[in-house]
């Protein structure tokens, strides 16, 4: 077996017995990403020079016998849209093409002290607004286990980076399912954490009330692993939640007997794919197998979750991308007729027609004689779905649905229809709106040999339980560490 065919855990035990140097290790992941990113598009920048000089200073550190992490010395790759000091980021946007920010997201920083070695800065949907990453402006990204198929989004490059096995662990984002989606697309395991749970400073922001870090991995075990090192209080982060956190990796047992999983009726209904919808009971018959209870729930209020997702995140995403104006930093219009005409300019030149599509409407539900109509009805509405999961949570442990209507459709199929493509949200946006944790994973192949996945939603705090669920699962079904080309 290759090293971009072994898992994280896998490359760090061979890392603590020196088997094989970090050095060695990153120039694998080089040479990887070498060998297939003309066909897949995952990487937006690559930081080659900067990864060996990290693996060479990790490697020393070892040579001396320093304690050092677990996931010291294991690449891993970062989605464009996290502040990294000196390193351009991009969100995939014209309007930060050349950006490089004077300082640090708190989770490069926790993935500095941990010893990770970043290996460059992924493709997404233009400030992570879109389900497919076909919304960059700056190139487009291609399902491995299908080329001609998307990744799914916002975080399409950073889920195709594992899945093509150019790193086995990566960093994205969620706002309505941006970690989970293309997790289901490409094969992988996605988590996405409890709102508060992992810093947002340095994330450059869509919708801040929504907006949550969290990792990629090609098994549960690397999920685990990599949310350690991002959980934890950072006074930087005013909606950082004060609190200690039990490792979630030394927790893990996947003796699941007696464990509560609800089945939402509402989520196997009209829309969701014949194919998607086998594929998640028949996990459900796998979770009964391993003895746990699978039971019929209802979370009535999911009906309202799509449009009250895109009301709140575009309100949101109007007021943070406000200060892209083309006078402080970023891209700025070359010609232009007083301060107005440069607002206008700089923003029509260098967003894309997504990003300009959900400021307007953003706009328009906050403004005077709609904000009441729309935006402050769509945050009560939000408080209902929390209780609505919060009853749920009585009854049951653990929650499973689908990720997505359909599996990764084609590059271009929906591109012309947004409203189709938010539909494929359905399922995800949801968790968002309640601030709950969430988990997906792989759970078999349709016709096409294209993923399905499995959503394990958990109550607030509750990622041990999905951690827990997962592992079980991934043990039963074998379905792990999927490398696709």
């Excluded at 016998?65 to 677990?70: I, Q």
């Excluded at 941006?178 to 992988?188: L, T, Y």
């Excluded at 991002?230 to 699941?256: F, V, W």
């Excluded at 607030?460 to 080309?485: D, H, P, T, W």
């Amino acid at each position: 077996m290759e090293l971009y065919q072994k898992t994280a855990a896998e490359l760090s035990a061979m890392l603590k017995n020196k088997e094989v140097s970090s050095v060695e290790l990153t120039k694998a992941a080089f040479a990887r990403t070498a060998a297939v990113e003309d066909k897949v598009g995952a990487y937006i920048t690559l930081t080659e020079e900067h990864a060996l000089e990290t693996a060479a200073a990790i490697d020393a550190k070892r040579a001396a016998g320093e304690e050092l992490a677990p996931l010291a010395g294991v690449p891993v790759s970062v989605k464009d849209n996290i502040c990294t000091k000196g390193i351009r980021t991009t969100c995939a946007s014209r309007m930060l093409e050349n950006f490089q920010p004077p300082y640090n997201a708190t989770v490069m920083n926790r993935l500095h002290d941990a010893g990770l070695v970043m290996t460059g800065k992924t493709n997404l949907d233009e400030f992570a607004m879109g389900s497919s990453c076909e919304n960059s402006a700056l190139q487009k990204t291609h399902n491995p286990h299908n080329l001609e198929h998307v990744t799914g989004g916002s975080s399409g490059g950073a889920a195709a980076s594992v899945a093509a096995g150019e790193v086995s662990i990566a960093l994205g984002s969620d706002t309505g399912g941006s970690i989970r989606q293309p997790a289901s697309f490409c094969g992988v395991v996605g988590l996405k954490p409890t709102y508060g749970t992992v810093s947002r400073y340095g994330l450059v922001a869509f919708a801040s009330s929504l907006d949550q870090i969290g990792p990629f991995a090609r098994s549960v075990a690397d999920a685990a692993l990599l949310t350690d090192v991002l959980r934890g209080y950072d006074k930087m982060d005013s909606t950082s939640y004060p609190r200690e956190y039990d490792s979630l990796h030394a927790g893990m047992n996947a003796d699941i007997k007696g464990m509560k999983i609800g089945l939402p009726k509402e989520y196997f209904g009209e829309g969701i794919s014949e194919e998607v919808s086998k594929a998640v009971l028949a996990a459900a018959e796998t979770y009964k197998q391993l003895g746990a209870e699978v039971v019929e729930i209802s979370l009535p209020l999911s009906k309202y979750a799509l449009p009250i997702y895109y009301i709140l995140s575009s309100a949101e995403a109007s007021s943070n991308l406000a200060r892209f104006d083309g006078v402080k930093y970023g891209y700025r219009a070359e010609k232009f007729d007083g301060i107005i005409d440069l607002y206008v300019k700089s923003r029509s030149e260098a967003f894309g027609q997504e990003v300009q599509r959900r400021i307007m409407l953003g706009t328009y539900v906050l403004s005077s004689g709609y904000y009441d109509a729309y935006y402050k009805k769509a945050r009560a509405a939000q408080r209902a779905i929390r209780a609505d999961y919060n009853k749920a949570f009585e009854q049951v442990d653990v929650i499973m649905t689908p990720v997505a209507p359909t599996t990764a459709y084609k590059i271009g199929e929906k591109t012309s229809d947004p409203l189709q493509m938010y539909m494929g949200d359905i399922c995800t946006v949801s968790v968002n709106i309640a601030g709950l944790p969430a988990m997906v994973q792989p759970c078999g192949f349709d016709a096409n040999k294209l993923p399905i996945g499995i959503q394990l939603i958990g109550p607030r705090f509750g990622e041990q339980k999905l951690i827990n669920a997962g592992l079980a699962y991934e043990k039963a079904s074998g379905l792990s560490n999927i490398v696709a080309l």
